[in-house]
């Protein structure tokens, strides 16, 4: 093929540019990809090793499991809840942990209560080279391009876990700010895809389905390059995977994880999803509810953490050839986007970012009933103050739109949907697919 060579030799260039300018994270994903040339019978072995030693490390130096971790069983321990972290957040700082470098940062908040937790840049760099690791199971190779599509403002800004400023062209990256967009942003969109010509697209999945809409709506035509679409930090549907494998001529890869707790799984070519049993340790309780621990975070513990999940363990193997034991989703996180009149299309992300700063509001959830009609229900601890009332409905005004009827609701609680999920966006629009 023409030119070929060339596209050959600046692949190897992004590569070892990378390389050199993220060592520790290449050393990370070159650990992570022996550990899966091992047997299966290895990687249980070590996954019990890897158990067993957070275990004592969170023991020996955390406030919080000091007085709780006595050498049980993993199964006997007690379930770690979203509650519990917020009541105790400082005590699972580990205790030779440098204050100065640790940083906070906020789950999406999929249930309608965002989780603050600490982080440094460790736990950043394992978490990107186990993104690279599960990128492979597509054939994609580093020095490969990626395009993001991100509903998360926070991790599109400089600095953010998807924009490093300049090192984005060394790493092959690209974000777009996906958590507010228009129809004709979308045909931008798909411009730059056929312009930059990407290998692997990956986005939140109520982005891509909308995205993937609109390209066969409009026939839009993917460039050839594409050879996977990853789909996380949402629940992924069967119709969103057909329409985004029909959009895009390639295959959906579905991850799982979150912030706190990322890399919990991948699907392979095969389509099935494998459990990362070097990065944690996942239960699948009576009920299906899913208990994941963490087994590389020393920072900050995660030991039988309730994710809000459902899903099964699988005692199956996989004709991929992979070590990693198998699972299937159940129901999990599922929000709805919200459309206004005008024609804007607003991520969920957006009302974690409105309300992310007070501390009152314990639990929320926005429903659009019409196009001009919004209202925010509210779980408060006491009465927004009238100036932060006004606040939020100018910014309603400003960001969504100034003909939206806003409406601010107190409520006693927030019922539950029937997989036990706290759903805290709801457009209830006839038109909302």
Not at 106 to 117: C, N, R
Request: glycine share 6%.
């Amino acid at each position: 093929m023409p030119g070929l060579p060339g596209v050959h030799h600046r692949l190897r260039l992004r590569h070892w540019l990378h390389r050199r300018l993220r060592p520790g994270r290449f050393a990370l994903l070159d650990a992570l990809l022996h550990t899966q040339s091992l047997s299966r019978r290895e990687v249980l072995h070590k996954q019990q090793q890897d158990l067993a030693a957070i275990l004592a490390h969170a023991r020996q130096h955390t406030a919080y499991y000091a007085d709780r971790l006595n050498g049980e069983s993993i199964d006997a321990l007690p379930i770690l809840t979203k509650e519990d972290i917020r009541a105790h957040l400082d005590d699972f700082l580990a205790r030779d942990a440098n204050r100065g470098q640790v940083k906070l940062g906020h789950t999406g908040g999929s249930t309608g209560q965002p989780l603050a937790f600490w982080y440094d840049d460790a736990k950043h760099e394992l978490m990107r080279a186990g993104m690279c690791r599960s990128y492979m199971m597509s054939g994609w190779r580093p020095g490969e391009k990626i395009l993001n599509f991100w509903g998360a403002r926070q991790d599109t800004q400089i600095g953010g876990v998807f924009n490093a400023g300049r090192t984005d062209f060394i790493a092959a990256e690209k974000t777009i700010a996906a958590f507010e967009y228009t129809e004709r942003q979308m045909h931008e969109w798909a411009a730059f895809i056929r312009a930059y010509r990407p290998v692997l697209l990956q986005g939140y999945a109520t982005v891509l389905a909308e995205f993937a809409r609109f390209c066969l709506a409009t026939r839009q035509t993917p460039p050839k390059t594409l050879r996977g679409v990853y789909s996380t930090a949402e629940v992924l549907g069967a119709e969103q995977r057909a329409l985004i494998e029909q959009a895009f001529n390639c295959k959906v890869f579905n991850q799982y994880g979150c912030r706190e707790v990322p890399n919990i799984a991948c699907e392979c070519r095969h389509g099935r999803m494998h459990v990362f049993t070097d990065m944690v340790h996942l239960e699948s309780l009576d009920d299906e509810r899913l208990i994941v621990t963490s087994l590389t975070n020393r920072l900050m513990p995660f030991i039988r953490y309730d994710l809000g999940d459902s899903g099964q363990l699988l005692d199956a193997a996989c004709d991929c050839g992979s070590p990693f034991p198998l699972m299937a989703m159940g129901l999990c996180r599922h929000n709805d986007i919200i459309r206004t009149a005008s024609g804007k299309n607003i991520h969920p992300s957006y009302f974690n970012r409105l309300l992310a700063h007070l501390p009152q509001i314990r639990q929320y959830q926005c429903i659009q009933s019409a196009p001009d009609q919004l209202t925010l229900n509210l779980v408060v601890a006491e009465k927004l103050p009238a100036e932060i009332a006004a606040n939020l409905r100018a910014r309603i005004a400003s960001d969504l739109d100034p003909r939206m009827n806003f409406t601010l609701n107190y409520v006693d609680e927030i019922p539950r949907t029937a997989s036990g999920k706290h759903r805290f966006v709801i457009n209830q629009c006839a038109d909302n697919p």
